[in-house]
């Protein structure tokens, strides 16, 4: 069975810095793998997807994630923070092909002044 | 504008009145779901609908019930609330056929007292 480990709880940056957020799967086969953001009080923005095309998955707002098999990691990335990516960020495998997304337990991202 | 909505934003009921939550989708997608979010572990699956008449339990069905009786709608009906089903609730939908992308609700938080 899939499964999504997000290594930290939170993470805090100063803004202009770079942010790496840290998410590991377990899946038997090459998956889809997301990363999805979620504002305050707002619904969950999908961020970037990776479906087995290029392994450098550039998505929305100067993030990107890169999928390494070997590792079976997909570490999102910024190179510089700024104040409105402060929010909680979610890695999502999807479940054998089903449509079912498998969340992990989500990365607070601090950003300060 | 392709979205995807949830009635209502904010619930505060007491221990046993049913409620039902609305999820509406405009986008002519086959596949809804619902999710349940609760601090430190991510999203969880309680139901899911591949297509109208075709619904299925997810990760965490005890205690909701769905239906799928026209493929815009999938209202999530609780017929006997408890405590423990207080969480953050989202409806998604995805296209299907082969398309993984999935668009979430707004989200419903409900207080069971």
């Known amino acids: 069975a899939q499964s999504v480990t997000q290594l930290d709880s939170h993470v805090s940056v100063s803004e202009g810095t770079p942010v790496l957020l840290r998410c590991n799967y377990s899946s038997s086969y090459s998956p889809s793998l997301f990363w999805y953001v979620q504002h305050p009080n707002k619904g969950l923005q999908l961020l970037l997807k990776y479906t087995s095309a290029a392994t450098l998955v550039k998505g929305i707002n100067g993030f990107e994630a890169e999928f390494k098999k070997s590792e079976t990691s997909f570490h999102l990335t910024k190179p510089s923070a700024h104040m409105s990516d402060a929010a909680e960020y979610f890695c999502v495998v999807e479940e054998d092909s089903s449509y079912k997304l498998i969340f992990g337990s989500g990365t607070r991202l601090l950003v300060r002044p | 504008e392709a979205q995807v909505t949830q009635n209502p934003r904010y619930l505060i009921t007491v221990t046993g009145k049913k409620l039902t939550v609305t999820c509406s989708q405009n986008m002519n997608h086959e596949y809804m779901s619902w999710y349940r979010q609760d601090p430190g572990l991510g999203l969880r699956q309680i139901y899911y609908s591949m297509n109208v008449e075709v619904t299925d339990k997810g990760d965490v069905p005890e205690g909701y019930k769905v239906s799928r009786k026209e493929k815009r709608n999938f209202p999530l009906i609780l017929e006997s609330p408890s405590p423990n089903q207080t969480s953050l609730y989202f409806c998604?939908?995805?296209?299907?056929?082969?398309?993984?992308?999935?668009?979430f609700g707004q989200g419903t938080r409900l207080t069971v007292v």
């Open positions: 998604a939908s995805t296209l299907g056929q082969g398309a993984t992308e999935a668009f």
